[in-house]
């Protein structure tokens, strides 16, 4: 089965500074690979996903997230932390054939002022 | 559209009662999945309808769970008995076309078991 990985369950990130969340996957096929933010209190909500049309997806509040075959990764990126990104950020891999999303632990993101 | 509606957001109730959550996927969307979020598994998949009809229920961690769709616009979750480990936030999201699409997620059930 299809599955994803999230190191570091919580990450610091100075106001300003480059956002970096790093994603692994597995898959035995070209995967759909989705990047979804949980705000306080909220459910999920989807940045971006990549469904093979373009390596470099680009999705909202400036997040966007690079799809390397080689590496098999899908990390997530921002150029540059704002405090209203401090959430929980979730990786996710879709199962092929049944429908399902696998997600990874999560990482907690905290934006230090 | 409103999105996703889950009712209620906090429900505390004690060991051995029923407990039923409740949500109303999107108009129009086929898809309709229950997740449960604790601090110690993360995000887990329950179930997931495709048109009214479970596909897969491999998720549901015991027979306490069920869950039906009697209808497009409407889902329950219900736990009979509630066991204290029972307790963490429960999702209801919908999707058009499966798990190739965005899924839409509601706010969540809080759910407290003492």
């Known amino acids: 089965a299809q599955s994803v990985t999230q190191l570091g369950s919580h990450v610091s990130v100075s106001e300003g500074a480059l956002v970096l969340l790093r994603c692994n996957y597995s898959s035995s096929v070209p995967p759909y690979l989705f990047w979804y933010v949980q705000y306080p209190n909220q459910g999920l909500q989807l940045l971006l996903k990549y469904t093979s049309a373009a390596t470099l997806v680009k999705g909202i509040n400036g997040f966007e997230a690079e799809f390397k075959k080689s590496e098999t990764s899908f990390h997530l990126t921002k150029p540059s932390a704002h405090m209203s990104d401090a959430a929980e950020y979730f990786c996710a891999v879709s199962d092929h054939g049944n429908n399902r999303l696998a997600f990874g632990k999560g990482n907690q993101v905290v934006v230090i002022p | 559209d409103a999105g996703v509606i889950q009712s209620p957001r906090h429900e505390v109730t004690e060991m051995g009662q029923e407990v039923t959550l409740r949500c109303k996927p999107i108009?129009?969307?086929?898809?309709l999945f229950w997740y449960r979020q604790t601090m110690m598994r993360g995000l887990e998949l329950l179930i997931y309808f495709n048109n009214n009809v479970p596909i897969d229920d491999s998720g549901m961690p015991e027979d306490r769970f069920s869950a039906k769709m009697p209808n497009a616009s409407f889902s329950t979750l219900k736990i009979q008995p509630s066991e204290p480990r029972d307790s963490a936030v429960y999702f209801c999201?919908?999707?058009?076309?499966?798990?190739?699409?965005?899924?839409?997620f509601g706010p969540g059930t809080r759910l407290t078991v003492l």
């Open positions: 999201a919908s999707s058009l076309r499966g798990a190739y699409n965005e899924q839409f």
């Open positions: 108009s129009g969307h086929d898809y």
